[in-house]
């Protein structure tokens, strides 16, 4: 079954109607999926039969969908019981969230204001305190917006030096920690008042001479940037 964390909700929405989908529904419908049995799905997530019915007859009356299709004489001897086309849907799109929460979880967080719009460019400049970075344009944005940036820390690199090249986004900074985790180094660098995370090797460490209160420049694209309206 797939690794989903306990308070997780998943926003499912279907023609116009939502539903908060949290962990024990999903696995509710994972598992009806792997045993073909609400019966024994109910039994795997360690829930009754008829709460398991209930949660599948509150998501199919809320979001106006079949979720699921019973048949008789299936496995468990109460009947088979399958996803539809749309139950395996949202089953889908939770993981899918899910993938991309996992691949995210180390990211950088920046609430900041959108100060300028460039649309012959495709970008937005957005600042906090005296960190300023160019972001993709988001046509839905305006300027005064706050927003949320989120910088994975896999897609920041560091220079001793800028160099030229493509990257919009190279700024000074100061290293003001670093902590070895499972061989790889965790390096935080404060950026005009805003604290930026990166990981490197152990190689590239020694390779740069790093170490705390060095001054650095981290680079990262434009693309990297992801952001969210507050």
Known sequence: MADVKAGVEYKINVDGNSFLLDSKKYQLLQSILDFGSLTLAAKEIKVSYRTALNYIEKMESTLNVKIVSTTKGGKGGGGGTSLTEEGYSILKECKKINAIMELHKDVNEIEAE????????????????????????????????????????????????????????????????MKLENEIIRVKINVGGVILCCDITVSAENELNLNIGKEVFVGFKAMSVATLKL
């Open 114 to 177: 959108i100060v300028d719009i460039n649309e012959v460019k495709g970008v937005m400049t957005i600042k906090m305190n005296q960190f300023e970075i160019n972001a993709p344009l988001n046509k839905n944005y305006e300027i005064g917006d706050n927003i949320l940036a989120l910088i994975s820390y896999d897609n920041i690199f560091l220079m001793l030096e800028p160099q030229t090249s493509s990257i919009r986004n190279i700024l000074k900074g100061q290293i003001v920690e």
